[in-house]
């Protein structure tokens, strides 16, 4: 698997998919989710007081606890 440089905004995830897939059975079901995609433009707010937002994380936090622990 070649090391794509350059233009990574457009296909790291598609690189880090793939390199997360070598080592995942073929009959495990699995996702890779970008949980940083929104770190680097976060604006402060009351919620964010710092550079990253945690926004993907509190989102898949949220969905969880909503739907998978009962």
Do not use: H
Request: glycine share 8%; net charge positive; proline share 1%.
């Amino acid at each position: 698997m070649a090391i794509a440089r350059g233009r990574c905004l457009r296909i790291c995830s598609v690189t880090a998919a793939q390199f997360i897939k070598r080592f995942v059975d073929d009959k495990t079901p699995w996702a890779r989710l970008d949980i940083a995609g929104t770190g680097f433009d976060s604006r402060q707010t009351d919620i964010n007081k710092s550079w990253g937002s945690g926004w993907s994380v509190r989102l898949l936090d949220k969905l969880v606890k909503d739907y998978y622990e009962r």
